[in-house]
Structures are given as C-alpha cells and as structure tokens.
C-alpha cells in the first residue's frame, strides 16, 4: 500500500456542485494531516488541517477516519476558482517526522 | 510581509555545470524543506533541516548537496551526478520539525537542463 493514495481525476463538476475526495495513507501512527491547494505552475498553499474531530471552514469541510485511515474533503457549492489540484498531505509517523503529500487529485468546475 | 523566497524563477543550465537554488525565509521558521515535483508527480522530499548547522536526507537526496549556516537560508545545489535534474523545486519552511505542523511554500524554482 502506498503511503499516502488518491485518485488522480480529474473530477468534473459544474458550478453549484458538491465534490468529495478520500485520500488513503498506509502508516496507523500517522498523527497530521492536511489539505493542500496547487494551482496549475504554482506552489501548494494549505487550504485546511485535519484533526480528529473535523473542521470546517466556509464550503470546504474536513474529516478523519482513524478506523478507515483516510482523510476527506468536501466542497459545497464549488465555484470555478475552486479548479485546481488537491493534495493530501500525511506526517510519516509519531513524534518527529517528515510531512508525505499525495500526487493529488484534479478538480476541474465548468460553468 | 512573512514569507520565503525562491530564486530564480526559472533557471537553464547545460548539463554537467552545478547550480544552486537560493531560498530564504523570514518567518523565523526553526526547519526548511526542498522538494521536487515532476509533471504528474506527486512532491518528494529531497532534504530537510530542523535547526542551524544540521540537515537530513530525504526520500531522493542523491546527487543534491544543502548547507544551513543560517537560520533564514537553506540553499540547495543541484550537481552533475543528478541523472534527471529538469524539474520544479520547492523550497519549505515550518515553525517546527515534528511533522506536525503545516509547510508554507516558496514559489518554486523551474531548473531546465539540456
């Protein structure tokens, strides 16, 4: 099992759409966990983290499945600036460690 | 404004010559990243450092040199023996080396190699 998996897309959904991604990671000690936005060319800027608990904030929510191992996101009322890739980020273990990103998932809003 | 800042945008070498990819941070961030991403990559990790004067490899070091004399600067040098040194690189800070905290990005560096 790969460290951190996601389907690649692309997701095409129209503008008002609901979307959700899973993101899989393979380490049960793993304690981060992230969302991440790339725009096509650009840098990743985060969009969320992820805790236990979940969060939201405005359209996009986040949750952790522990049991499962996988993160999701959700995107309420996707508008076209939504578009981009979204990566899941994962630490690779307990304590001290490096952060391991998923090749990311392509999300494409049409008007 | 806080932030970390790659140079240059974009870079051509010709193969065989090193070259070095500047990146500082002013966000007083204690551990500084280099990835690389190719097309249709996912990011890898090729060093890290989580204080002054002290640095790890990463997932695909060979062929990558850093240095970290300075808090605020973590340059890498990509040398002649990277077999495939054309890509995107994206430097990284964050508050902590934990893992548990996010990575704020530079603007990355494109390194074409012919």
């Known amino acids: 099992r790969k460290e951190v998996e996601q389907d690649p897309g692309p997701f095409n959904v129209p503008e008002g759409a609901t979307v959700a991604f899973n993101c899989t990671y393979s380490?049960?000690?793993?304690?981060?966990f992230f969302w991440y936005r790339q725009d096509c060319r650009k840098e990743p800027k985060l969009l969320m983290s992820v805790y236990s608990s979940g969060n939201e904030d405005g359209r996009f929510t986040a949750q952790l499945n522990r049991a499962s191992q996988y993160i999701s996101l959700l995107i309420r009322d996707s508008k076209l600036s939504d578009s981009a890739t979204y990566l899941c980020v994962v630490n690779k273990d307990s304590g001290y460690s490096t952060l391991t990103f998923g090749k990311g998932t392509m999300l494409l809003v049409s008007p | 404004d806080g932030g970390i800042t790659q140079s240059p945008k974009y870079l051509f070498r010709k193969e065989g010559q090193n070259v070095t990819l500047s990146c500082e941070q002013n966000?007083?961030?204690?551990?500084m990243y280099w990835y690389r991403q190719d097309p249709g990559q996912g990011l890898r990790l090729i060093y890290y450092s989580q204080i002054v004067n002290d640095f790890q490899k990463g997932d695909i070091a060979e062929g990558y040199s850093v240095s970290r004399e300075k808090k605020e600067s973590f340059p890498l040098t990509v040398t002649s023996a990277q077999k495939n040194p054309t890509a995107f690189y994206l430097c990284?800070?964050?508050?902590?080396?934990?893992?548990?905290?996010?990575?704020?990005f530079g603007n990355g560096t494109r390194l074409t190699v012919t």
């Open positions: 966000l007083n961030h204690d551990a």
């Open positions: 380490n049960s000690a793993s304690q981060s």
């Open positions: 990284a800070s964050s508050s902590t080396g934990t893992g548990n905290s996010p990575l704020h």
